[in-house]
């Protein structure tokens, strides 16, 4: 992308706009109210020989030596199966609040063996643990698996998208509630997503507004404490009347955000520059190696050579200095560096310096 491309894509994003108000629901969530990660280990079988290599990973023996012995079926200790087509796996899932005893969810399946692929295996029962160790769900099901590996007998191979990794659709079933404090107390929470002092005040008072003074008070830049009815089902209405409140959010703080990788550059709306002038130019080294015959004179000893030369040529750019009035907009930032052609690696030094001579008003965040 050029870079006028690059500034008009900052400038149509940044300029100031009508500002408008946006739902609570898209602002904040309610406290207490969140998803928790689920975790198990199990075995996949009916693989079709791209499991995992028993030799190196001793623990695909063992687990399936233990499930068996589970279900009556012993193996002899100094008997180590050679199987193809089961490979260790972890699971991963993440419960979403209030789910209830029944419902199902979506699970990731992992190898963590060195199973080639996944495809076409079938996860066997597994029990999903929170991180308080309590088994919440039960998964199994047949994996869908978006990449596959074809390799040949000579080592070549070609893999496409990531084939030791998997998911089963409503793979899990839900076995245990998480308990929530949601119905628990007089006051419930509103967190922002991004905290602002000023974002915190006015969902209070647009709260205020809409069911009465003193319902809502702000904690902090983060939290808005929320008088709530005790009964679950007022309470459940009573959120939803608030999710729909409008509430204009506060400005956000004056940045401009460089990614030193790709030479993206983002400058926010509130962003200005003091007093300053900048000068930008660049120096071009062209080095051009040729070579010269050296041939003796007319009946002499001497042999025809060549000889090496090199040719440097410098070249500098100069590009008119331009001037930053006080209380520039983002507006005259970009035409101001537009005129004298910086490129993205330029537009950075420029910046920074703005930033070192105490001229740019705000926050230079480098990713």
Not at 65 to 82: C, D
Not at 307 to 328: A, L, Q, Y
């Amino acid at each position: 992308m050029k870079l006028r491309h690059l500034f008009i894509l900052a400038l149509t994003l940044s300029l100031p706009f009508a500002a408008q108000a946006e739902r609570i629901k898209d602002l904040a969530s309610v406290g207490g109210v969140r998803s928790n990660q689920l975790i198990g280990y199990g075995l996949v079988v009916g693989l079709n020989g791209t499991g995992d290599q028993t030799t190196q990973t001793p623990f695909t023996v063992q687990s399936l030596k233990s499930m068996l012995a589970q279900l009556g079926i012993s193996i002899p200790p100094n008997v180590n199966p050679q199987l193809k087509n089961v490979a260790a796996a972890m699971i991963s899932a993440e419960l979403p609040p209030f789910a209830k005893p029944g419902q199902t969810i979506d699970i990731t399946v992992s190898s963590v063996g060195n199973a080639k692929s996944l495809r076409g295996g079938t996860l066997l029962m597994t029990p999903l643990k929170g991180a308080d160790g309590q088994v919440y769900a039960i998964a199994q099901g047949n994996l869908v698996v978006g990449g596959f590996g074809v390799s040949a007998n000579d080592g070549s191979k070609i893999t496409v998208n990531i084939p030791s990794v998997g998911r089963v659709p409503n793979g899990a079933s839900v076995e245990r509630v998480v308990n929530n404090p949601f119905a628990v107390g007089d006051n419930l929470y509103l967190n922002l997503h991004s905290a602002d002092f000023t974002t915190a005040t006015r969902l209070a008072q647009a709260i205020n507004d809409v069911m009465g003074p003193g319902t809502a008070e702000p904690a902090d830049a983060t939290s808005v404490r929320v008088n709530a009815p005790r009964d679950a089902g007022q309470r459940v209405s009573f959120v939803s009347l608030l999710e729909n409140i409008d509430v204009q959010p506060g400005e956000g703080a004056a940045k401009v955000v460089v990614n030193s990788r790709t030479g993206t550059v983002v400058i926010g709306q509130n962003v200005h520059i003091g007093p300053a002038a900048v000068a930008h130019g660049s120096l071009t080294v062209t080095i051009t190696e040729g070579a010269t015959i050296s041939q003796p004179a007319p009946f002499g000893a001497g042999q025809t050579v060549a000889v090496p030369t090199s040719d440097i040529e410098i070249k500098e750019e100069f590009d008119r200095m331009f001037m930053f009035s006080p209380g520039v907009t983002l507006d005259e930032i970009v035409r101001a560096v537009n005129q004298v052609g910086a490129a993205p690696g330029d537009l950075v030094a420029i910046l920074e310096a703005l930033k070192q001579a105490g001229a740019l008003r705000a926050e230079l965040l480098i990713i």
